[in-house]
């Protein structure tokens, strides 16, 4: 969908800290939550009878309209990823003919946990001769977190991946012999070895490989720029290119790659914002 001036779209959309009342801002409608979180997916809601905005901008994203099996009405899936700062931020909600429309979200701040640990040299950097294919799988993840097909794959709400307890790492920092990690983009899962893992939502398997540092790796691409992936998997069920449901066995649990015990780890990006998979269950 192409729209006039999207770059000043985004940048109009782009996140406010000022504190006083903006004209034209809405704020306490479209049953949005009263605050979200770093990492957070939220819904916003089209009040009966009022005509589908082409677009809802959001922190430099842009979030199409979706149909849902049970809504009323379209609804747009929108994301806070996991560094967005706290304070206020505005959807900016785009209408065919040009008009538009603001509403006023608080981002709120959320701490994540910090551990850190001193280990062996080799167990923090990785071999020299593998700094290539690391690159390269990065490189692979990336693409397909940027390239999500445009219609939705799915029709309903989600599925959890596993019954078990969510380790609540989303977002933890790792500083490993005083050097700062990337944060942990998903949530960890710990599960008995073939333990079955279920997809959580329809989707296409867009990548089933087998990483340096996530073992046996699936990426499901659910179209609208949602995108799970399932890591250290002992076994893939499911191969490339082929469609799944909501709820389909994929996998199993394993500790393959840089695993010290069997675990599921779930990622999810919504148009690549790192988003925890905690906040998706019961949004629909």
């Known amino acids: 969908m192409k729209f006039a001036g999207l770059a000043g779209a985004l940048a109009a959309a782009a996140i406010s ?21 770093p990492g957070d997916v939220f819904v916003l809601r089209l009040p009966a009878g009022q005509p589908s905005p082409e677009a809802a901008l959001f922190l430099e994203k842009s979030y199409p309209p979706l149909s849902v099996l049970g809504e009323k009405g379209p609804v747009f899936l929108i994301g806070v990823d996991l560094d967005s700062s706290p304070g206020t931020a505005t959807i900016l909600l785009r209408r065919a003919g040009g008009s538009e429309e603001r509403i006023r979200v608080t981002i709120k701040k959320r701490v994540f946990p910090e551990e850190r640990l001193t280990l062996p040299p080799a167990m923090v950097t990785p071999p020299k001769e593998l700094e290539e294919r690391i690159a390269s799988e990065q490189a692979r993840a990336a693409e397909i977190y940027r390239t999500s097909v445009a219609a939705k794959l799915w029709d309903r709400g989600f599925t959890a991946a596993l019954r078990e307890k969510a380790g ?12 700062p990690k990337s944060p942990h983009t998903g949530q960890d899962y710990t599960a008995p070895a073939g333990t079955p893992v279920r997809a959580v939502a329809g989707g296409k ?12 790796t699936l990426f499901l691409d659910h179209g609208a720029g949602l995108v799970s992936v399932y ?6 069920l499911v191969a490339e290119g ?15 790659g840089r695993a010290t015990g069997p675990h599921l780890h779930l990622g999810v990006r919504l148009f690549e914002q790192r988003v925890d998979p905690e906040t998706l269950w019961g949004l629909f």
Do not use: C, W
């Open 17 to 37: 800290m000022a504190t006083a009342a903006t004209a034209g801002i809405v704020s306490g409608a479209y049953g949005l939550p009263s605050s979200v979180r």
């Open 168 to 179: 609540d790492n989303f977002g933890r920092r790792r500083i490993l012999n005083d050097i």
């Open 205 to 216: 398997v867009r990548l089933a490989a087998d990483f340096y540092y996530s073992g046996l």
């Open 231 to 236: 890591m250290h998997l002992e076994k893939m």
């Open 242 to 256: 082929e469609t799944v449901r909501a709820g389909q066995v994929i996998g199993r649990v394993g500790s393959t």
